[in-house]
């Protein structure tokens, strides 16, 4: 069956995006919550349609790419009304910043599938890759910025740090960091403070083994296993590419409703198609729209305002050392979990 392709909408037509971990300001979504706009640089578009048409590999990995939008100068008007809305809704590091260097200055936009959309429960974690996390052009005072969150946080002997998630805690869960929709949010301040190379697997254990929202060892052994498989998947892809890719990400979402996931397992596992990273695609048949089933699990690479295609210069190994980080990582849970 073909995949269905959403329609672009105009700007008038988007709201603020609430599921946002970490990021720029600015950031919009469709009313159905299909499709994710972000405000970006020429150099992000490119980065797209050039993975689109020579990396196909390495775009499987990436959020779907739609197309771009024109934002015009209703945009400050708009962030301006739903800041309040915005406060209560999404993680800190989106948001609360003053610095203009928080908001990308621009008028466009890509247009991107929501890689959250689809879920009952989204559990969204954001993984910042990278040693060195400032791009060639980057002024002096944001190299000195940038390598002291390098040097005080698990980027220097790991190459990744949480930069936030959320996480859904039952129905009725209530608690410090918990919003009102019963999510857990870890904020920034969560990753470059609380977490270090001697507690970096808690992270990861927070973010999958929820026994209050249902999720008991053997659908997180499962969640693990397959988030796994498609690291150590992006880590071949990368490492038989030449790019240079500075303060992108990992993006992991799954169902964090354990009644959803079993039942989203249960049908993935009569079509195993569908379990494969977000994917709900069946055959090639044109004449057919696919009916999507219920998702499982995502892992995307995200965050290309600052990279490249880079012929001749090797594989990225500063990004290649957050990605074998996070293999290793969920291999040892995978073992751990398997070993209780």
């Given at each position: 069956?073909?995949?269905?392709?959403?329609?672009?909408?105009?700007?008038?037509?988007?709201?603020?995006?609430?599921?946002?971990?970490?990021?720029?300001?600015?950031?919009?979504?469709?009313?159905?919550?299909?499709?994710?706009?972000?405000?970006?640089?020429?150099?992000?578009?490119?980065?797209?349609?050039?993975?689109?048409?020579?990396?196909?590999?390495?775009?499987?990995?990436?959020?779907?790419?739609?197309?771009?939008?024109?934002?015009?100068?209703?945009?400050?008007?708009?962030?301006?009304?739903?800041?309040?809305?915005?406060?209560?809704?999404?993680?800190?590091?989106?948001?609360?910043?003053?610095?203009?260097?928080?908001?990308?200055?621009?008028?466009?936009?890509?247009?991107?599938?929501?890689?959250?959309?689809?879920?009952?429960?989204?559990?969204?974690?954001?993984?910042?890759?990278?040693?060195?996390?400032?791009?060639?052009?980057?002024?002096?005072?944001?190299?000195?910025?940038?390598?002291?969150?390098?040097?005080?946080?698990?980027?220097?002997?790991?190459?990744?740090?949480?930069?936030?998630?959320?996480?859904?805690?039952?129905?009725?869960?209530?608690?410090?960091?918990?919003?009102?929709?019963?999510?857990?949010?870890?904020?920034?301040?969560?990753?470059?403070?609380?977490?270090?190379?001697?507690?970096?697997?808690?992270?990861?254990?927070?973010?999958?083994?929820?026994?209050?929202?249902?999720?008991?060892?053997?659908?997180?052994?499962?969640?693990?296993?397959?988030?796994?498989?498609?690291?150590?998947?992006?880590?071949?892809?990368?490492?038989?590419?030449?790019?240079?890719?500075?303060?992108?990400?990992?993006?992991?979402?799954?169902?964090?409703?354990?009644?959803?996931?079993?039942?989203a397992m249960e049908e993935a596992s009569r079509s195993p198609s569908t379990l494969h990273n977000g994917d709900t695609s069946g055959s090639s048949d044109e004449d057919e729209?696919?009916?999507?089933?219920?998702?499982?699990?995502?892992?995307?690479?995200?965050?290309?305002?600052?990279?490249?295609?880079?012929?001749?210069?090797?594989?990225?190994?500063?990004?290649?050392?957050?990605?074998?980080?996070?293999?290793?990582?969920?291999?040892?849970?995978?073992?751990?979990?398997?070993?209780?």
């Amino acid at each position: 069956m073909a995949k269905r392709v959403p329609t672009l909408p105009t700007h008038a037509d988007l709201v603020e995006y609430q599921h946002a971990v970490a990021g720029h300001d600015g950031t919009l979504c469709d009313v159905d919550g299909e499709l994710f706009i972000k405000p970006c640089t020429p150099a992000e578009i490119n980065f797209y349609e050039s993975s689109i048409a020579s990396h196909p590999g390495f775009a499987e990995y990436m959020p779907t790419y739609l197309g771009t939008l024109s934002l015009d100068e209703e945009q400050d008007n708009f962030e301006e009304a739903s800041a309040a809305l915005i406060a209560k809704r999404t993680i800190p590091e989106a948001v609360v910043s003053t610095k203009s260097s928080k908001k990308i200055v621009t008028n466009q936009a890509v247009v991107l599938e929501n890689a959250a959309h689809g879920f009952v429960k989204p559990n969204i974690l954001d993984v910042k890759l990278g040693v060195r996390l400032w791009a060639d052009d980057a002024h002096p005072e944001k190299k000195a910025r940038f390598d002291k969150v390098t040097e005080e946080t698990t980027h220097k002997h790991f190459g990744f740090r949480i930069a936030g998630m959320r996480v859904w805690q039952g129905e009725g869960a209530k608690g410090e960091d918990i919003d009102q929709d019963g999510y857990k949010i870890f904020d920034k301040n969560y990753g470059r403070f609380s977490i270090s190379k001697e507690n970096i697997h808690d992270a990861f254990k927070h973010f999958i083994f929820t026994e209050s929202a249902g999720i008991d060892d053997e659908l997180a052994r499962l969640v693990v296993q397959a988030f796994q498989a498609d690291v150590k998947r992006i880590q071949e892809v990368l490492e038989g590419q030449e790019s240079r890719m500075f303060s992108a990400s990992l993006l992991f979402v799954f169902e964090g409703d354990g009644k959803a996931l079993r039942l989203a397992m249960e049908e993935a596992s009569r079509s195993p198609s569908t379990l494969h990273n977000g994917d709900t695609s069946g055959s090639s048949d044109e004449d057919e729209l696919e009916l999507p089933g219920p998702k499982v699990y995502s892992v995307k690479v995200i965050d290309f305002a600052h990279a490249e295609w880079t012929p001749g210069m090797g594989p990225d190994e500063n990004s290649l050392t957050g990605v074998r980080s996070v293999v290793d990582i969920l291999q040892s849970l995978t073992i751990e979990s398997s070993s209780d």
